[in-house]
């Protein structure tokens, strides 16, 4: 399995600039590139990247996606004087002409290849390319938007040529709609794009009817170009994830890509004076995460816009130290998306329904529109969505933006990844060198000591000394996690609740304030969970006897389906989201008896939780499966993707139980909203 992170930057790029005075290109500078890196060195990431040199895209390679006029015309400019390039410029909406532009493009074009090729070859995981001028909104006959070429469209391109790939995934979380991809592949079935973006009913540019929500592509595209348009400025880390939620993700693992491109744009973050957005740098390890979770982690993350210095540094650091798989950062801010971001989720889901299995059962049946439903309280739409601490930056916001970064960046603590994880004695049978090399033995918790802790809060549980032996590796993987010497752990038992049950009432012990656990099979066992410090997922097989779902104790009766993994549409739309929203300091993933899902949605939990409570996840495992242990271990590890099985989509009375449970605590968890009709 491949392994390692790309990082692609060469300072030639920064040497296309603005001539003559164009305030709507003014920001499209340099500096953009030289800081991202240099805030990349200080956080000495570069240090831990493979470092990949761009290179030229060939005239051919160009060709893939733009007119032989249009490169033409491009590279005539090289020997332009400023009089020329300001008025070949001037054919194009919001693009600039140097005279090393054409050469900057290039390289813009050649290092998203090389990155590419880096990934395909196996010779990196995933990577980086720090590059100028940005693609998305270049045109097959025309440059846009400060882009000349399309690097990621040709990316795309270049990599179905050369390695054959069938299902591409672009996913474009730049704030401005890149009409330039979506016009390239919208009648490409191959090739699925995603993009949201500001648009405020029309009114921001590109202002085009095309970037609406009802654009899901053309003839055989159908359904392969997704629009999610943000209508209000403000938007914040929980309008973003609620996006990923309950439109791309399900879609993304529905389409299963060989290969995921990212058009990163970062000025859909706080500060950015183009966005007006309110997300912080946090949020894009997060998106980033998910995104790895992919593909097998084939992830190609290729820079577009950004015009906050500052914010566009840290988010790109976000970004590398995610794909070099260190743990999340906590997502800060209330998670709850605004009432306008949860319209636009809507109304795309409504649009996509005819295209998409997992959307099949989900009755979004009719388009909402706020505005028949405001009309009363109709508000000018450009106020912000919702007020927050950091107010959007005006002329003079700028330095407040740059100290709330700059003490926000102080808070978000980095856990520095230890050796990522622990594990009790393996039985002999697993193969030593299967288990990521850096897997802990650790030794058995003293008996005494063991029978005084257990005994305290659990006199019922001190049974044969064989419990009492499993609780004690429990637990001693449990101290380390607390005491953060690793990140995550696996503890095997013979009697998985009784193991979670000291583990639970351990951490509470420990101080932490909230701990999410997550039970999978038959458990008698369910501690009290009132306090709301703790908040317990049980996914089994039947009615759990007299149990109803509350807010703190859900039940979810799944057996998955015998042909593939039809778990996606209850972790993406039901367990990640209320997750996200309790934003537990500590996961706890159990296995025991009759378990009801595969190895493979097994999987699918731990790799798509892995970005809450700093990925301090304890796994407890009673099934003595030996490969479920070590799949376990491999996703706890992070070292390999694991393969989460053939998409099946769920059956109607699956999805019903899915949307009664999510009308019955949207108002608890608030990440479950993804439509305003029921309840709100
Ligand atoms: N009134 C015209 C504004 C044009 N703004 C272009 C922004 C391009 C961003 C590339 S990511
Ligand atoms: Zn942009």
Redesign the pocket.
Same mark, same amino acid.
């Given at each position: 399995m491949a392994s390692g992170t790309a990082l692609i930057y060469d300072e030639a790029m920064t040497r296309h600039k603005l001539l003559w005075n164009d305030p709507? *290109?003014d920001i $499209?500078v340099p500096e953009r590139l030289s800081a991202s890196y240099e805030q990349l060195q200080c956080y000495h990431l570069v240090e831990r990247c493979i470092p990949v040199p761009a290179r030229e895209g060939s005239e051919e390679e160009i060709l893939l996606v733009h007119s032989s006029e249009h490169l033409e015309a491009a590279k005539s400019t090289q020997a332009m004087n400023e009089e020329e390039l300001k008025r070949i410029s001037g054919n194009y909406?919001?693009f600039f002409f140097h005279p090393n532009t054409y050469h900057c493009a290039r390289l813009a074009v050649g290092a998203a290849l090389q990155l590419v090729d880096s990934v395909m070859s196996g010779k990196v995981c995933n990577g980086m390319a720090l590059v100028r001028p @940005?693609g +998305? +909104?270049s045109q097959r006959n025309a440059a846009n938007?400060? *882009?000349l070429f399309n690097n990621v469209a040709i990316a795309a391109e270049y990599a179905k040529l050369k390695y054959g790939l069938q299902r591409i995934l672009i996913v474009d979380w730049?704030?401005?709609h890149g009409q330039g991809t979506q016009y390239i592949f919208e009648e490409d079935p191959s090739v699925l794009y995603f993009s949201w973006h500001r648009y405020e009913h029309q009114e921001f540019? @590109?202002s085009l009817k095309e970037s609406d929500y009802d654009a899901v592509g053309l003839g055989k595209g159908k359904g392969f170009n997704i629009n999610l348009p943000w209508n209000k400025v403000g938007m914040g880390n929980s309008d973003y994830l609620a996006a990923f939620f309950h439109v791309l993700l399900p879609m993304a693992f529905e389409f299963d890509p060989e290969l995921v491109l990212v058009s990163s744009?970062y000025?859909s973050g706080i500060g950015d004076p $183009?966005g007006q957005m309110n997300a912080t740098p946090e949020v894009f390890a997060h998106l980033t995460h998910f995104l790895m979770q992919l593909a097998h982690g084939k992830l190609c993350v290729i820079l $577009?816009?950004?015009y906050h210095l500052r914010s566009l540094s840290e988010s790109v650091c976000m970004t590398v130290r995610t794909l070099l798989r260190d743990p999340l950062p906590q997502v800060t801010g209330e998670m709850a998306p605004c009432l306008s971001a949860i319209e636009s989720i809507q109304n795309v889901r409504a649009a996509h329904k005819p295209y998409w299995k997992w959307l099949t059962y989900e009755d979004t049946s009719f388009l909402h529109n706020l505005s028949t439903k405001s009309d009363l309280v109709k508000t000018a739409d450009t106020n912000p969505c919702r007020d927050d601490e950091a107010k959007i930056t005006d002329s003079n916001g700028t330095d407040r933006i740059e100290r709330f970064l700059e003490l926000h960046m102080k808070n978000i603590v980095f856990p520095v990844p230890p050796i990522k994880t622990a594990t009790t004695e393996l039985k002999a049978s697993a193969d030593p060198n299967t288990f990521p090399v850096h897997l802990h033995v650790v030794k058995e918790m003293d008996k005494n000591e063991l029978e005084a802790l257990v005994s305290d809060f659990h006199a019922d549980l001190v049974e044969a000394n064989k419990t009492l032996l499993f609780l004690g590796s429990t637990l001693t993987i449990l101290d380390k996690i607390l005491k953060k010497e690793v990140c995550s752990g696996i503890a095997e038992s013979p009697a998985a609740s009784a193991s979670v049950a000291v583990a639970l009432r351990h951490s509470l012990h420990f101080g932490f304030q909230r701990v999410l656990c997550i039970f999978v099979g038959d458990t008698d066992i369910m501690p009290s969970t009132e306090d709301g410090k703790i908040l317990i997922i049980h996914v089994c097989k039947k009615e759990q006897t007299g149990k109803s779902s509350s807010k703190h104790y859900v039940v979810l009766n799944w057996k998955e389906d015998a042909d593939g993994n039809d778990f996606f549409s209850a972790v993406l739309g039901f367990i990640l989201p209320v997750a996200y929203s309790y934003q537990p300091n500590l996961i706890i993933i159990a296995v025991g008896a009759n378990r009801s899902l595969g190895i493979s949605g097994i999987s699918l939990i731990i790799g798509l939780l892995q970005g809450l409570a700093e990925s301090r996840i304890l796994a407890v495992i009673e099934d003595t499966d030996i490969n479920l242990m070590q799949s376990v271990a491999k996703a706890l590890a992070g070292a390999s993707m694991p393969h989460f099985g053939v998409h099946v989509p769920p059956t109607q009375e699956k999805v019903n139980q899915i949307k009664k449970l999510r009308n019955q605590l949207q108002q608890d968890w608030k990440m479950l909203q993804c439509s305003v009709n029921d309840g709100i």
């Open positions: 709507i *290109c $499209e909406d919001s @940005p +998305h +909104h938007g400060f *882009c730049d704030v401005h540019w @590109p744009g000025d $183009e $577009e816009g950004g």
